[in-house]
């Protein structure tokens, strides 16, 4: 790289720098909107061919689609969006890119520094609305300043714990010309510890060998570790045995078809995941943050269990969750540690004791928590998602979803086999996320296929990029479980406030076929069981974007759940009664 | 690289208070920082964003050249939140080194403040008797008022403000508590 930056260095102008910069850091495609405050960056990105640009059709578009690149390569998205309302329509993704710790790097236009603080004309204070939303960012005041900032850009939203940057730029530091000097001019002293302590890794490998109850509890930090993580922790599982549960986040790290693979846990968790969690004695949490939904209730929380918790993040442990053995670090790193002192030490476990709590897991396995009531007159949304798994298990596939219920049966019915596979809004719950998201998957992955599990009413709610998808010929199939209800909510409000359904369903959705064809798409409604596996083949052998309405039973309930306020033990499962389940200390947790 | 001093209790022989008590504990924590625009309200956005108390906060630059601020914080809750809010500090990019003086051993603290004082007769003469005795300097005096500066701990000048509340204080500006580690060594 150093050769190609000597190269391309020395005097230009703020926005051919741009370009440049986002060159050397070896970017090929950039998720945008332009505007009066990027018109030079955009004037600049037409006259070259290295950086694809996709056009979205709203800003949050571009942040939630840089979203769906990164965390389906592993390498940082990059957005553009001009200054005021463009900047401010991208606050809803960088929240949720720093929720969920998702590298992306967003350029925004800003109005010339003279007229900063004035008012001026789509003048927004970015820097100072975007602050709490990003992991840092920047107002470049001069174009000298320019490559350097950038260069550090990418360098903080990668290293650590990943997350969302913003550089504001303002149109006439892009207008000026100024000096560059290629990637080694950012400032190198960002760097966070990747090393666990020895000594720490130690004690958890004693741990390991005495534990009778173990299970690994693991988080989207194993998939932002990199591929290396989770070839580590299928090592580590393989040799141990020990049985292994994830989060939202990290579902893919493990394989769903692995043998000590437990399932999701959390308030949407299997019953065997939370129950084995409740009654471990060895909890080795790796790359969660012991979030609300996965804990429940605190003080009630896995009580005779010793925790180790490995983290990259020093304010992720302790921070809900009393930790034994906390150790900062990169969870590759640590994990090839581990996996070293624990073989040093001869590779021990309590295997009768294992083979015990195996026996108990199966018991709890047994309950067969996932199943449902089938119906031959109305689709079910599960049995929707079980075909769709079985019809697309064995493809090169990505899966991107909206935020409900239909993301909670995705997580339980789809299985996941590698990291990278699985993107969900996960931490701040973003309505809105899986389509963009899905156009940001197909662009890095354009052959692969791209499934979109949505509900209409999130859908609804950044439709409009159905223009983007068809503009680049992306086939991204949005499979909607259409139950003309926001069905998370009218959950809760049926558990939780009496059955009165206050504004949780929609009187005048779109007809989707028609909507498809509007935009010059493809659109397929299946309403009857029997039609389901056939109008699914017709989706995917479809070359292009194809939106699915799925018409499923619009009062079905997602289990099992761990009400609000409850522990892991006291798990709803669904045929169970579930009136007043949620007691009014719990109505008040969201 | 971050420099966060673990446990503000697990590092002292004498203090063998859970990490996990309930109990509010008063910490003075010196926080250097990057000078560029915006790290204060990073810091301070960090405070009220997550709901932590903020007493005291002072900063200035003290290396021009590097680009250096200090600002000095004094801050209370348990011991779970002092250590969130260390590690929550040592998160934000500009701030090079977090360090929590009250476990990291003895500290001088002070804090400077000024007091505008009116009156007449027997309150006048009193109030600059206990000025005296405060050891606060007159700065500004007209027939019927006096500034004084005083420097000490916040305790004195609480004691200060409290024994010229009834001699006619009218007016009080208080620069915030500065910390320094007493010793000759530098833990900065």
Redesign the interface.
Known sequence: MTGQTEQTGGQMTGAKMVVQALRDQGVDTVFGYPGGAVLPIYDELFQQNDIRHVLVRHEQGAIHAAEGYARSTGKPGVAIVTSGPGATNAVTGLTDALLDSIPIVVLSGQVPTFMIGSDAFQEADT??IT??CT??NW?VKETDRLGSTLHEAFH?ATQG?PGPVLVDIPKDVQFATGSYGGKETRST?????VKGDAAAIEALARAMETARRPIFYTGGGVINSGPEASKLLRDLVEATGFPITSTLMGLGAYPASGEQWLGMLGMHGLYEANMAMHGCDLMICIGARFDDRITGRIDAFSPNSTRAHIDI???S???VI?TDIPIIGDVAEVLKELLGAWSARGRKTDREGLAQWQAQINEWRAKDCLAFRNSDKVIKPQYALQRLEALTKDRDRYITTEVGQHQMWAAQYLGFEAPNRWMTSGGLGTMGYGFPASVGVQMAHPDSLVINVAGEASWLMNMQEMGTAVQYRLPVKQFILNNERLGMVRQWQELLHGERYSQSWSEALPDFVKLAEAFGAKGIICKDPADLDDAIMEMLDHDGPVIFDCLVEKHENCFPMIPSGKAHNEMLMGEVSTAHAIEAGGAVLV | MLNIKAGSTSHSAYNLRSVYSDVEERHTLAVIVENEPGVLARVIGLFSGRGYNIESLTVAEIDHTGHMSRITLVTSGTPQVIEQIKAQLGRIVPVHEVHDLTVEGATVERELALFKVRGEGEHRVEALRLADIFRANVVDSTLESFVFEITGTPEKIDAFADLMRPLGLIELARTGVAALSRGPDSRV
């Open positions: 820097v100072g602050r709490p992991k840092h107002l903080v714990r002293r960002y760097a966070p510890p993040d020093p304010s442990l302790n921070k009393r």
